[in-house]
């Protein structure tokens, strides 16, 4: 009889390992929270650095889901998690040979810097708010008007003890730069300004594609955080920073503030991770078992993690390792029963 | 008779040294007030005043009725030893008279009357004053063991921990605990070897005299009563110097205070009256949330009084405290512990360099005109959405508004004074009086409670009225100006230390709140609401520290299951938001979303 | 030495001399605060600086210098500083900026 | 020396028949060195050397003055390689690093924009009748002299050491900017540690001090000089090298560019009497040597034949060090034997002036 894995979440991490496992014989069953598969990565536009639909990866995955006839369970949320099943908020228990959480993260919330205005101010929107648009394929002001001055801010949620968010959430600048990249696109002759205190370009063709908005999308790059944003009589959005390398301060008016929000732990990984005897980094994701070979391993055997449960990861890291994470507990089941 | 044995001699030593050293302190700290202090005095002498400072002394010196208030067993202890010793001298005094008749007997003449008179005769059997006598030795030596029993369980008298003390405290203090037994113990011997004593020494001396010899009691009869007057030498040598000067302080500071003499942002003389009149009781280590959530020991009221007043004050102790003001609304005495700790920082170079702050000629970056001015204060600019929501309920208003500071403006200067450098702020205020004026407001609204009070404090603003937001929003509520609509929402209100009793400013915000939704509060709240950590007048502690207490604080708020926090103070705003981990919002926020077109 | 007038004089160079800077009161700066070392150089306060809207303040490049040696001029700059506070409300690495700036007008300072 | 990346850098010099084109600031601040080349190269080791007096300046310091526009210092360059064809030579050596790299940067500016090359020679023929003949070989004057470094030693009548101790000397050498610094390859050993000086110093038995700003600009920099306001600037740069090379307490200095030898030289009187601070031995200055002189020294020549005495820091130490004869009498004598007079007392003129010859004839 085929082993049984239950994996906790069903965004790219979830389902890449769903599909890994049963190509091994293994037989998995995701629990979603959502009504749908997808993640976060759904309605996203483009990814980068090759400016693939994220579509084009995220829809295959849930096809083959669909057509390996995987058990997904859709809208039930886990409240407790341990080597042996996981336990359903409907009070239900599920069974399980071992446990993949592969539960994510949460965006940071863009109101908690209220300084930028976000939800104040019309014309100041979130990466995530203008990937939405770009789908739609609609990037316009709030009054229709396309924009002619765009600034985006860097590490908004991310580096910033102010709002208990030390880390690093890694992906934002290169999706800073992508973003500015597509937006001069669709608006040639607009400015974009990229606000950033550093750029952090550490995956392949980042640092490429970072020289290519700068010379030949023209894109500018000004290192300074942005301090406070206010709105114009016409909604335009007015920033401050400083200009740090001429060390002035700089003021300018926008149409249009992109916050480049981070990647916050999720809420629940507390709960989850007592149930479970589980410790969380002190960015409150999950805490791998190390940092070199066991990075997909939990501190308990049997419990297993795939994509950014334990630290801001891009898709594409995400998905190598859930490759990883499959291995990992085939390798673990296959120990187990073998020795019984 | 002449009323002398040689066990007087310490006493007699003792009492003289204490009485020059407090005369001595007494007329150089008033000799050394500054003039205007003088002329208030002369002043306010013959008036109603000082008939109700001598009502206070009895109140507060004798009765100790504000300690009764923190815990009535804490205040019965410091009742008992006050007031009983009081009533021992006083009643001691009586009963010399009534044996003696009006003759003039020696200060050792009274207080050890039991040793020259053990047997009285006048009055015959009734033993009135002896009775009287034992019943007040028994009260103050119950006052004595809840003193003794609150060194070792100080939770029984509602205090969570109690003072540390330096050297002459614990002279003075194991002085005084041995006082009253000795007492006890001379005049049982003397009731044992020659009868008499009230209900309580004579009892005991009888009793005494069933177990020991006669021999025996005899030995130790002089003794007893050599250790009973050393017991009170030693005190009366150690009392100036130590905590219990404050027996003799609070009585002066109290007519002072009530002649309209008060500590300002300069040291003076009289700041000594309030520095030497903290008896070390403590209570201002329990509501300090420096010592309740960050483990601080050495940075409350009670240290920092004590440091400065024998001279060890470091900059650290004097800068480490929020000024929340909880610790002063507690004190039993009645210290004005902010302004202390204020003038205390100025310490440093404070004579503003002739170009400092020079940059200020000609800028004016404020805009619209009106007889309502807006200050949104510094800090405001970093919470937009108050600065919005005033803009709207203005509009809806119906108002003019001159906005002084929508597009950054001069700070108020507060921050300033906090940290010692009063000249240097007095820049400030003379810019912004001159920016208010010029404009000709009549009403100054501001959403910061750190500038109000520096408005109100330390402005001269004759003729403009000065505003928080909160009054000026309730006022515009209750005059029909704006209507609002109840939502369904609950609020759990915070106030702002600089708003609630920096201000007294605790109803209008509550009001508001209750015109928009249903109002809970926080276990601590109003006088007792604790502070949110981000204080500017705190420079010692770090942001980790800082979040500590915002943390406590907010759990108290998330704690009522409100749907939403509200506070009025933009960095109180910053610091629950970040506690809470999600938008706090201001009372003008709720206000504008709420606000009726 | 005759005092001739060239009608110039020997410019100083711009380059921070690291080599000959004397650090102790930089030292002993971070000593007592080191957080200060945690800067990213943002900017955050520079931006928000109430003095900063109106005069040239720089936090930032004036702390920056400081650390690095040079304190000429830094105390009279400091002096524009109005203390307010909001710097330390957006620093994202929570220095406490205002103890900061009395620090080291303490440190270089002649009070 | 420690470094050997000069290697990489090697350019052909010819060995004979060379066209020598002159200096303007050394004629006027060394005017002995450049007889002394001449000496050397036709007198000691016999190679033609044709020193045209028909040739102009080059117009280079006009030119990174913004004086002279582009088209007029190429038409001029053009004229002097002209002259040389017209004398029969094709190897050009200038004695000047400023025009040495003005050649350079034409003759590259030719190659690379072909059209400024027709222009040029349109405007030649049209203002002097001439025609363009661009030369073999282009050379500074100093790589002449490494070329030859082996002759030269072999003729030496001193070494680069001390006669009493027999210690080598501790020499700096520096090299002008525009030698290698514009185009790295023009220069033997590349712009970041020539070879040319050292290879000289080298041979001859001194010791090159390897400083930390052995790479930085003397400060001349024309605009830094010929503006007065900037000559702050000049002298900081000069101040920067002394600063930086005194603790190696050198014997000597040794530059292959005029205006550097005339800074490093001259400024060190600025500095003392700025600053009051001198340097070298008992604080009485280093003295700053042309290759030239430094090649003449070694092969015997006399030191006011030379033209030292025209030098602000005294060269008699070093003299002495180096046991090279000199008459102090005639130090102030011109070549025709009148006295020329004296330099005023100052702090880095250290050599007691009671043994010299006072007379004016």
């Known amino acids: 009889m085929a082993k049984r894995v239950v994996i906790v979440g069903g965004g790219a991490a979830g389902m890449q390992t769903a599909l890994e496992l049963k190509s091994r014989g293994i037989e998995p069953v995701i629990v979603e929270r959502d009504i749908e598969l997808g993640g976060k990565a759904r309605g996203w536009h483009k990814l980068f650095p090759s400016f693939t639909p994220a579509g084009d990866i995220m829809r295959p995955l849930a096809d083959r889901i669909r057509a390996e006839r995987i058990r997904c369970f859709y809208g039930q949320e886990v409240t407790a998690i341990s080597s042996d099943g996981v336990m359903l908020r409907s009070g239900e228990r599920m069974p399980a040979d071992a446990v993949v959480i592969a539960t994510g993260f949460t965006l940071f919330d863009a109101h908690r810097k209220q300084e930028y205005g976000y939800g104040l101010y019309d014309n100041v929107i979130t990466s995530v708010d203008l990937e939405r648009m770009m789908n739609s394929g609609k990037v316009l002001l709030a009054d229709g008007s396309e924009p002619r001055r765009i600034a985006i801010l860097h590490c908004v949620g991310s580096r910033d003890e102010k709002v208990c968010q030390k880390h690093c959430s890694k992906v934002c600048c290169i999706t800073g730069v992508k973003q500015a990249i597509e937006l001069k696109e669709m608006f040639p002759t607009a400015d974009v300004f990229n606000f950033y205190m550093d750029i952090r370009m550490f995956g392949p063709g980042y640092e490429e594609l970072y020289r290519e908005a700068q010379q030949r999308y023209n894109v500018h790059f000004v290192r300074g955080r942005i301090s406070e944003a206010a709105e114009t009589i016409n909604k335009r959005i007015q920033i401050k920073a400083e200009d740090t390398l001429t060390g002035r301060p700089l003021k300018m008016t926008v149409d249009m503030l992109v916050l480049l929000v981070g990647m916050s732990a999720n809420y629940e990984n507390e709960a989850l991770a007592s149930t479970a005897g589980l410790s969380l980094a002190p960015n409150g994701y999950f805490k791998a078992n190390d940092s070199f070979l066991g990075v997909v391993r939990s501190e308990r055997e049997g419990i297993f993690f795939a994509g950014a449960a334990t630290a801001p990861k891009s898709l594409a890291d995400t998905l190598a390792e859930a490759a990883l994470t499959a291995s990992m507990v085939d390798e673990y089941l296959k120990n187990r029963y073998n020795e019984k | 008779m002449t009323f002398f044995a040689p066990f007087t001699i310490p006493f007699i030593v003792g009492g003289l040294f204490m009485f020059a050293v407090v005369a001595l302190k007494w007329s150089l700290w008033i000799v050394r007030l500054p003039r205007v202090d003088r002329r208030l005095i002369r002043h306010n002498f013959f008036t109603r005043e000082t008939l109700i400072a001598v009502w206070e002394v009895v109140r507060e010196s004798l009765l100790h009725v504000r300690i009764f208030r923190v815990n009535p067993l804490l205040g019965f202890m410091h009742m008992s030893l006050a007031f009983g010793w009081f009533l021992l001298i006083v009643v001691g005094w009586i009963e010399t008279t009534a044996y003696l008749g009006w003759q003039w007997v020696p200060l050792q003449g009274h207080v050890f009357f039991k040793y020259f008179m053990p047997i009285n005769g006048i009055v015959g059997d009734i033993h009135l004053f002896e009775h009287l006598m034992d019943a007040l030795l028994l009260m103050v030596l119950t006052g004595v063991a809840l003193a003794w029993y609150k060194r070792v369980r100080s939770k029984a008298m509602g205090m969570r921990r109690t003072t540390k003390h330096v050297l002459f405290d614990r002279v003075a203090l194991s002085a005084l605990w041995f006082i009253f037994p000795a007492r006890l113990v001379a005049e049982s011997l003397t009731a044992a070897v020659h009868g008499g004593g009230g209900f309580l020494t004579g009892s005991i001396g009888h009793w005494l005299q069933t177990l020991l010899g006669a021999d025996v009691l005899h030995s130790l009869y002089e003794p007893a009563w050599w250790f009973y007057s050393t017991a009170l030498g030693v005190f009366f040598v150690a009392m100036p110097f130590s905590r219990y000067m404050h027996i003799f302080t609070e009585i002066p500071l109290i007519f002072l205070r009530r002649w309209k003499l008060h500590p300002t942002a300069e040291r003076k003389s009289y700041d000594r009256f309030e520095v030497e009149a903290c008896s070390r009781c403590g209570i201002c280590i329990d509501p300090c949330q420096l010592q309740a959530d960050l483990g601080m020991n050495d940075t409350q009221s009670v240290y920092f009084l004590r440091d400065r007043r024998y001279n060890m004050l470091s900059l650290k102790v004097a800068n480490n405290c929020l000024m929340c003001g909880r610790c002063e609304q507690q004190c039993p005495v009645g210290i004005n512990l902010a302004t202390l700790r204020l003038n205390s920082r100025a310490k440093r170079r404070n004579i503003p360099h002739e170009g400092r702050f020079k940059y200020l000629r000609g800028v004016d970056h404020s805009s619209g005109s009106g007889r309502v001015g807006y200050f949104a204060g510094c800090m405001t600019s970093l919470t937009p959405a108050v600065q919005r929501s005033m803009q709207h309920i203005f509009s809806v208003a119906g108002e003019d508004v001159w906005y002084a500071d929508r597009d950054g403006g001069v700070c108020c200067g507060r921050p300033l004074m906090l940290s010692g450098e009063t000249d240097a702020a007095r820049k400030m205020v003379a810019y912004n009086t001159d920016l208010f004026r010029r404009h000709e407001i009549d009403v100054l609204v501001t959403s910061c409670p750190i500038c109000l009070k520096v408005f109100r404090e330390s402005y001269r603003l004759d003729g403009i009225e000065v505003l928080h937001h909160s009054e000026y929003i309730d006022r515009l509520i209750a005059s029909g100006r704006i209507k609002v609509q109840t939502e369904t929402r609950t609020f759990a209100y915070h106030d702002p230390c600089e708003l609630g009793r920096g201000c007294g400013i605790y109803d209008e915000p509550r009001r508001v709140i209750g015109a928009v939704g249903r109002l809970l509060e926080p276990r601590h709240t109003r006088r007792d609401a604790l502070c949110c950590g981000a204080s500017l007048a705190n420079t010692v502690i770090d942001d980790g520290q800082q979040q500590r207490i915002a943390q406590r604080m907010t759990d108290e708020l998330v704690a009522t299951n409100c749907d939403t926090i509200v506070t009025a103070c933009p960095l109180c705003n910053k610091a629950i938001s970040r506690a809470a981990g999600q938008p706090t919002e201001d009372i003008a926020e709720i206000v504008a979303k709420n606000i009726i077109v | ?111 | 020396m420690r470094r050997t990346s000069w290697q990489e850098y090697q350019k052909d010099i010819a060995s004979d028949k060379y066209y020598y084109a002159r200096s303007c600031i050394r004629q006027n601040f060394f005017p002995g060195s450049e007889r002394a080349f001449l000496n050397i190269l036709g007198r000691d080791l016999g190679i033609d050397i044709f020193d045209d007096p028909l040739h102009t300046s080059c117009t280079g310091i006009g030119y990174h003055s913004d004086v002279v526009p582009l088209e007029t210092i190429m038409t001029v360059v053009a004229r002097q390689f002209s002259l040389m064809a017209e004398a029969g030579y094709e190897n050009f050596i200038s004695s000047c690093i400023t025009s040495f790299g003005i050649y350079n940067e034409v003759l590259a500016t030719w190659k690379e924009f072909p059209e400024t090359e027709e222009r040029t020679r349109k405007y030649l023929k049209e203002a002097t009748g001439r025609d363009l003949v661009k030369p073999r070989s282009i050379a500074h004057t100093s790589d002449i002299i490494f070329h030859h470094r082996e002759a030269i030693a072999r003729k030496a009548k001193h070494r680069l050491v001390n006669s009493h101790t027999g210690e080598p000397l501790r020499v700096v050498e520096h090299i002008g900017c525009h030698y290698a610094k514009i185009f790295p390859k023009s220069g033997i050993g590349g712009s970041e540690f020539p070879y040319v000086l050292a290879g000289m110093i080298e041979t001859w038995g001194g010791d090159v001090v390897d400083y930390p700003e052995r790479r930085h600009c003397c400060g001349f920099g024309f605009r830094n000089y010929l503006v007065q306001a900037n000559r702050g600037s000049s002298v900081a740069n000069s101040h920067k090298k002394l600063e930086s090379m005194a603790p190696y307490k050198p014997d000597f200095i040794v530059a292959n560019c005029p205006g550097c030898a005339m800074f490093l030289d001259k400024w060190q009187y600025a500095i003392a009497e700025m600053e009051g601070m001198t340097y070298g031995a008992d604080g009485r200055g280093i003295p700053v040597l042309t290759y030239e002189e430094m090649a003449g020294l070694v092969l015997g020549y006399d030191p006011w034949e030379l033209g030292m005495q025209m030098h602000q820091v005294d060269v008699e130490p070093l003299l002495d060090k180096l046991g090279v004869e000199y008459s102090p009498e005639a130090k102030y004598l011109g070549a025709n034997g009148k006295y020329i007079g004296k330099p005023a007392d100052v702090a880095v003129n250290c050599f007691d002036r009671r043994r010299i010859y006072e007379i004016k004839r």
């Open chain 3, 1 to 111: 030495m005759r005092n001739l007038n060239f009608g110039y004089g020997i410019s100083r160079p711009r380059a921070i001399d690291m080599d000959n800077n004397d650090l102790r009161k930089s030292n002993a700066i971070i000593h007592e605060m080191p957080e200060l070392q945690a800067c990213i150089g943002c900017g955050s306060c520079t931006a928000s600086c109430t003095a900063g809207g109106i005069t040239d303040f720089n936090f930032r490049k004036l702390h920056t210098a400081v650390r690095r040696g040079e304190y000429r001029g830094a105390y009279e700059e400091l002096n524009k500083c109005m203390l307010c506070g909001k710097c330390r409300l957006v620093c994202p690495r929570g220095i406490n900026t205002r103890a900061m700036v009395m620090l080291i007008k303490r440190k270089l300072g002649d009070y």
